[in-house]
């Protein structure tokens, strides 16, 4: 109760700092409610809360109310997905009206351990909170307890300079500084209280005109002289003497004196106490002055005082020999020298000061009237940051009279520094207490330092098993400082002793430069460090025992000096995330072990063949080490070898052709050369098996071991058996489809050929009756259907002598150069009335220039074929269109350069299963056959085979929106025909 009260934190209305903690709660663990909470004897005091109105608790209830309550009687976390199904907090009535349901909160310590209250989220809906939401409240959690702490300092030194200023403000005896002609330079109030002169007064004037009476003065002023002959180092000195006030009332006196230097001369300092009857009893005067100048130097704070004027009349010996102060100052604005700036409770070590004038020091802020309670201040010194705590007040006389002020000043440097090294190592073991692997710890700890000692980023590298490279594999930096240029997200690897990860890693030792800029080493990244705003860099080893498992490396925009306490502590950090990550890897290496074993005798349980490993003794014999579980062995069950040869147990299952060959084989092995070998075995039923065995030794020091498989190939063996003869037959059955085909081939010219004169006979006939006179109606209709019957049968006859031509090689392409624009421009201009009968557009898109060599007759036969198909499978009112261009390298025919000649229609379309067999002989598609459109099913086999005679392809595909595409590729040059 007594550090809880020492917050103030019971007694303030508001708390800016706990506002914003409990703000940011709400936004980043996305929660409706966040408050801070204190638990007393005998209530719980929300001293700050943020979120939606209504949904938390009131500031002051009891603590049967509350759930933080356990939070503190447990020191630990408590996280409450639903408080309604909890027994624990049926009894709280924010639970039971809903306002509270899921719950989540995290103790707040003192510096001394001990628990005061907790940082809470509550949503009055059921929730899980996730491990990041957790750890965020953790990382607000740890705000408000620096805000705590900060105020236990504040109050701690408030304390110890009420309890001086109360020693001061009742001490009776005047305080006198004298210089070398015995000249007044310091006069207290007590000084004023006795002796009835003003400061104003009493200073500057000779000592003995205001302390003594006349007859006294040249006694008095020897006495200067003497003591401060003696030196600085003389001990006290105690003088007896008869005061005089102002009115001249004179009074016995004890002096204790001693001489001291300030700003180089040497001055007397003097306590002077008057012995009247009154303080008869009291400790003598010379013990009491001792005592109060041993409490003013021996205090653990410097005090500084000045008077009226802003002159220093104070300045302790805790200040005096405070080796980062560079001298006593005289006056409240030659504290200027020391460059003394505000700092807040956060700033880390990266912090650039800018340094204070006259009237913003604390001193000089006292003597104006303000009252400084805890205020942080900083002084920039060769060994680095120096950072004090300070109270500073007027001092006032009852009439109200400015009389000067006093600032308290402790140094609190090395507390701090504890309060920060000690988060980060809180933060370190935090991030590896989390993480679930090796590299989120290491990366956990690099954010967790860098974060705590306030860089600006901070990276790990993990050294290669190999020991070829190291490789940055996590980063961290400053949220809302673009430090991309130098820590891009890319994997970056270096090679032993190169950059500054890979010097601190070849060399085991840590590498710090305070100054990238005067640094002359160039490293590889320096100039990504500088366009980034880095000014210093440190890059320590990551060790367990000798070996060096990686490097942590940090970066500061400031420069920094090199810190011997800092540099531990960050070897202490890395040796424990060296000893995590090794234990990390092992435990992953041994489940990633044990998973690989499992794997195997998974796969190994699922073979059929044998694996085996036999270690191969002096005497050449192999002793079994291992046997898979396989139910059946090589001779069809499982073979008790025991501990004896294996090799001389296997051999009596050889078959016996085959054993020389399979003892050959074990020689091998026994002698160290793999080895494999496919032999028979008669199994334990007599049935002989084919088995493929293969071996390789392997060396373990001294020791030899043959590691290797079994295979039964008798069913393998079979398959081949009966694969030959089906491939016999096959060969077989396909000399006897060649030989039909040819046959084919034969007998379809040798019809065609005979069919072609009665069919030429018939034509001319039906012509010669068709100019006959004297036919009737009939008879002429007649004749018509002879005429168009023979005509067709003319045409198929034709089409098949042509195609067996074609494919017999004895039809001759006569190349020559073609201008396709031309050829393709002809041959629609030709089809364009049959087309305009059914109302169907012919686009054609042709270049102006665009030539290839070819048989102008056989392309023209094929530009003809592609566009009847066209015209013929194309609805009323459809499109076809005509496009020619040149081909890439990649597309045309022969590898060339070529041309490309597209005939595209919006018709009927081919199933996509029938594209394969559209250049077929007699094929026609299934929907020509539905649309009962008549045809031979030749025009696109002889298409094929005039394009295939230039050496180039014809293709069918689909158009996008119905209809067929199809594309003739020419190359420029085709081949030369024989």
């Known amino acids: ?31 409706p409610v966040a408050m801070v909470s204190l638990i007393t004897r005998d209530r719980q005091v929300v001293i700050s809360a943020a979120g939606s109105a209504g949904s938390g608790p009131v500031r002051d209830s009891s603590l049967s109310q509350s759930m933080c309550r356990q939070i503190v009687a447990t020191d630990a976390p408590l996280v409450v997905a639903d408080a ?190 008057v012995a009247d009857g009154e303080r008869a009893g009291e400790v003598p005067l010379q013990d009491r002055q001792v005592f109060l100048q041993a409490l003013l130097d021996n205090l653990e704070v410097g005090v500084a005082a000045c008077d009226s004027e802003g002159r220093i009349v104070l300045f302790n010996q805790p200040l005096r020999e405070d080796p980062h102060l560079l001298h006593q100052p005289e006056h409240v604005c030659d504290l200027a020298p020391y460059e003394l700036f505000a700092v807040d409770e956060q700033v880390t070590l990266d912090y650039e000061p800018t340094p204070l004038n006259c009237e913003q020091t604390p001193l000089a802020r006292a003597l104006a009237g303000e009252t400084i309670d805890g205020r942080h201040y900083g002084v920039r010194t060769p060994a680095g940051l120096r950072r004090y705590l300070v109270n500073g007040r007027p001092i006032e006389a009852p009439d109200g009279r400015r009389l000067g002020a006093v600032a308290v000043v402790h140094d609190i440097t090395e507390q701090h520094r504890a309060e920060v090294l000690r988060d980060a190592q809180h933060a370190v073991a935090k991030a590896l207490a989390e993480a679930v692997s090796s590299r989120q710890a290491a990366t956990g700890a690099v954010a967790a330092v860098t974060e705590a000692l306030g860089w600006t980023c901070g990276e790990y590298w993990q050294a290669d098993p190999d020991g070829d490279g190291i490789t940055r594999i996590g980063s961290w930096s400053t949220p ?174 050889v078959h016996p052709d085959d054993r020389k060959a399979y003892m050959d084989f074990c020689t091998t092995l026994v002698n160290g050369a793999p080895a494999q070998i496919e032999c028979r075995f008669v199994d334990l ?108 049968l003319q045409r198929l006859v034709d089409d098949l002598l042509e195609l067996a031509r074609l494919d017999a090689g004895h039809i001759a392409i006569d190349l020559r150069l073609v201008h396709v624009t031309r050829l393709v421009g002809q041959a629609v201009d030709d089809h364009r009335p049959a087309a305009k009968a059914k109302k169907i557009d012919v686009i054609t898109d042709l270049p102006a220039r665009l030539a290839v060599h070819a048989d102008p007759v056989r392309l023209r036969q094929v530009l003809d074929n592609l566009l009847s198909n066209a015209i013929k499978y194309t609805p009323e009112g459809g499109t076809v269109t005509v496009t020619a261009a040149s081909a890439d390298r990649d597309g045309g025919g022969g590898g060339g350069d070529g041309v490309t000649i597209t005939v595209a229609d919006t018709g009927i379309g081919i199933p996509a299963e029938q594209y394969g067999q559209l250049f077929s002989r007699f094929f026609r598609a299934s929907t020509a056959k539905e649309a009962g459109i008549k045809g031979t099913g030749l025009g696109l086999a002889i298409t094929r085979s005039i394009v295939t005679a230039h050496g180039g392809t014809v293709t069918a595909a689909p158009r996008d929106g119905g209809g067929t595409v199809f594309t003739v590729r020419l190359p420029v040059d085709p081949p030369t025909q024989s």
């Open 84 to 273: 309604r199904a909890d027994a624990r907090w049926h009894a709280i009535d924010a639970v039971g009206e809903g306002r509270v349901t899921a719950y989540a909160g995290t103790p707040l310590r003192t510096d001394a351990g001990q628990v005061l209250g907790a940082l809470c989220v509550i949503d009055p809906e059921p929730r899980q909170w996730s491990a990041e939401q957790l750890r965020l409240l953790d990382d607000l959690a740890a705000m408000v307890e620096a805000e705590i702490a900060a105020r236990l300092a504040r109050a701690r030194a408030q304390a110890q300079e009420a309890r001086m200023r109360t020693v001061l403000d009742q001490r009776a005896d005047a305080f006198v500084c004298v210089d070398a002609t015995a000249t007044v330079t310091g006069w207290d109030g007590a000084a004023e209280r006795v002796f009835g002169w003003t400061e104003a007064e009493a200073v500057g004037r000779p000592a003995g005109e205001v302390l003594v009476p006349e007859r006294m003065r040249e006694t008095l002023e020897e006495d200067v002289r003497r003591v401060l002959g003696r030196g600085a180092a003389a001990p006290a000195e105690r003088l007896e003497l008869t005061g005089a006030d102002r009115d001249g009332r004179e009074f016995p006196a004890e002096l204790v004196v001693r001489a001291a230097v300030e700003h180089g001369e040497p001055v007397l300092h003097a306590l002077l106490h």
């Open 480 to 653: 809302g400082r673009d430090v991309s240029a130098f820590t891009s997200d890319e994997e970056i690897s270096f090679r032993p002793g190169q950059g500054l990860a890979g010097l601190a890693w070849t060399t085991g030792r840590a590498v710090w430069i305070p100054d990238l800029t005067a640094d002359p080493r160039d490293f590889v990244r320096k100039p990504a460090a500088l366009r980034s705003g880095l000014r210093a860099a440190i890059a320590l080893p990551v060790r367990s025992g000798e070996k060096v498992l990686g490097v942590l490396g940090f970066y500061a925009d400031t420069v920094q000096e090199p810190d011997d306490e800092l540099v531990d502590l960050l070897d202490g950090v890395c040796a424990h995330v060296g000893r995590y990550t090794e234990r990390r890897r092992a435990e992953e290496l041994a489940m990633a072990l044990a998973e690989s074993r499992r794997r195997l005798d998974q796969v190994v349980a699922q073979l059929n063949d044998d694996v085996w490993s036999v270690e191969i003794t002096a005497e050449g014999e192999a002793r079994p080490v291992y046997l898979s579980s396989t139910e059946g062995g090589v001779v069809g069950d499982r073979v008790s070898v025991g501990s004896g040869d294996m090799i001389a147990v296997m051999a009596d299952y």
């Open 1 to 31: 109760m007594r550090a809880l009260h020492a917050t103030g934190l019971l007694e303030a209305q508001e708390v800016p700092l706990l506002d914003r903690v409990t703000g940011l709660a709400v936004r980043l663990v996305d929660a």
């Open 685 to 792: 039923q007599g049935a002989m098996r084919w088995i493929w065995i293969r071996g390789r030794p392997r060396r373990e020091g001294a020791r030899l071991f043959v590691d290797g498989v079994s295979t039964d190939m008798t069913d393998r063996r079979r398959m081949e058996e009966e694969r030959e003869r089906l491939l016999a037959r096959e060969q077989r059955q396909v000399r006897r489809l060649r030989e039909l085909d040819a046959m084919k081939d034969e007998l379809m010219a040798l019809v065609t050929h005979e069919l072609r004169n009665p069919v030429s006979a018939i034509r001319g006939y039906a012509e010669m009756l068709a100019d006959d006179a004297d036919l009737t109606d009939a008879q002429q209709m007649f004749v018509d259907v002879i005429d168009r019957k023979s005509a067709h």
